[in-house]
């Protein structure tokens, strides 16, 4: 590849486009210190487009000399003739060997390939031989990750939404999508708590033959989420409660009512009623805990007068 290293005003590098920029980082006060004190050691590389020039590697390193009110910068000056995969290729080389690139990143450089390879598997070997390995099978996959909204990307990006998440959400409306993001971002929810959350919303939309955003965006969530008094756990251990009741009237029910008739048996720390799963089997189960003969006979004592006891037949009723 043929290059030239030139002196070029900064004002004749085009800011706004950002064609071959893979780096997802947007941070740059870590180059401003570097520059500052040791100067620029890894030059950007440029292509002269018409009357300006366009970046091919380095879109950091010219923020930061923009922020250092710099006038020029020392770059690689591409030939202009050079052809777009070797203008590609540079820009993911460049990146890929500076750091492992992130999901975002390989999505870029993908998308950016696809353009000269349409077969995966020449798209996969092509990827690994510059410095950035992607199986075949996962490039559609990914491929289009970097369309996603900001929103959401920057999610992945800080690990509060997984890929999987992000590919059902991409699935909705931007309205709804959106709702999710914010949710989801505000309590820093773990990947089941997610799908939990989704499901059940997804449920009570059908159950109630309304639309999902008009309850992620419900009064009744928004109270939740606003409540200063209360913690991340909190919020979302009470958005659980309330999407549960909300999908399961009748099982809340039948768990508020064996709960009021269970405190009432005053079973003590030695014994546990156990109710069937979602109360859909009629069998119940009575779990002991004793160390000793003593604390046999003592759970006896509390196991006679409970066979006749009016709260244990009204649960077993």
Known sequence: MCFKERIVKLSEIDPSDHSFRITTQETVDDLMDSIRHVGLLNLPVLLKKKSRYIVLCGFRRIEACRR??????????????????????????????????NLIEKSRSIRMLSNFFTDNRRLSKEMSLLGVPCH???????????????PLQNSMLSERISLTMALELRKMSKDLEAGFVNLFNLLNLSFNKQREIVTLIKEIALREDIPMAQIITGQDLKRILDHENLDKNQKTRKIRTYLKQRRFPALTRAEQVFEEH????????????????NFESPTYFLKFSFKDLNDLKDLKKIFDPLIENPSLKKILR
Do not use: H, M, W
Request: neutral net charge; proline residues 5%.
């Open 68 to 101: 250092l009110d710099r006038l020029e910068v020392k770059a690689r000056i591409l030939d202009s003739d050079t052809k777009k995969l070797e203008c590609a290729r540079y820009a993911i080389t460049d990146n890929a060997f500076q750091r492992p690139l």
């Open 136 to 150: 075949e099978s996962v490039i559609t996959t990914i491929k289009d990750i970097c369309c996603f909204s900001e």
């Open 262 to 277: 269970r405190q009432n048996l005053k079973l003590g720390t030695g014994i546990q009623l156990i109710p069937p799963d």
